[in-house]
């Protein structure tokens, strides 16, 4: 293995356990539901795999992506957890609820990973099925699938170093 990938794989290994952490936090704090990890894998296309996603990039002493992939009927249930009113299409303002959920997952993995000085961006909203995300250049980005009352959903995130 190359030290370059040996690197990254580290890298996202160490970022890891502060994203599924962040994740039950948020989804607990905000939507009163507690999410369970039913899987783990690398990912192998640029495909997120659900119809929304929110995709949020990362700068400082790592460079990367992280991006929350939700379900439409997840997307709607989580709007309406968050809101109070219901919604029938991924609107405007069903994707904004989306991108403040990853904006509250990113900030918190961000706060548990001190030591790194890392910035996010804003969330960025892309739907359709099919759509794609592309990673840092060498980067083989992880998934973290999840169940949940809300639906299935899968946070992605893919890592490495800045130099």
């Known amino acids: 293995m ?16 502060p994203l599924l952490a962040s994740t039950k936090d948020v989804f607990e704090m905000m939507l009163d539901c507690t999410p369970t990890r039913s899987g783990l894998s690398l990912k192998t296309k640029n495909s997120p795999e659900y119809e929304l996603s929110a995709v949020i990039g990362i700068t ?25 009113t219901k919604a029938e299409e991924i609107d405007r303002e069903v994707m904004d609820a989306i991108g403040e959920i990853t904006n509250m997952i ?5 706060a548990k990973l001190e030591s790194l000085s890392l910035s996010i961006s804003i969330p960025n909203l892309i739907s359709g099925k099919g759509h794609e995300v592309h990673y840092p250049t060498g980067v083989t980005p992880i998934c973290l699938s999840f169940d949940s009352d809300m639906g299935s959903f899968c946070v992605e995130a893919g890592f490495s170093s800045k130099d």
């Open 2 to 17: 190359s030290t370059a990938i040996k690197q990254t794989s580290e890298l996202t290994a160490k970022i890891i356990n």
């Open 60 to 84: 400082g002493n790592a460079l990367g992506t992280i991006v929350l992939s939700v379900k439409k009927q997840t997307a709607l249930n989580i709007y309406e957890s968050m809101l109070g």
């Open 106 to 110: 990113a900030g918190a993995a961000k």
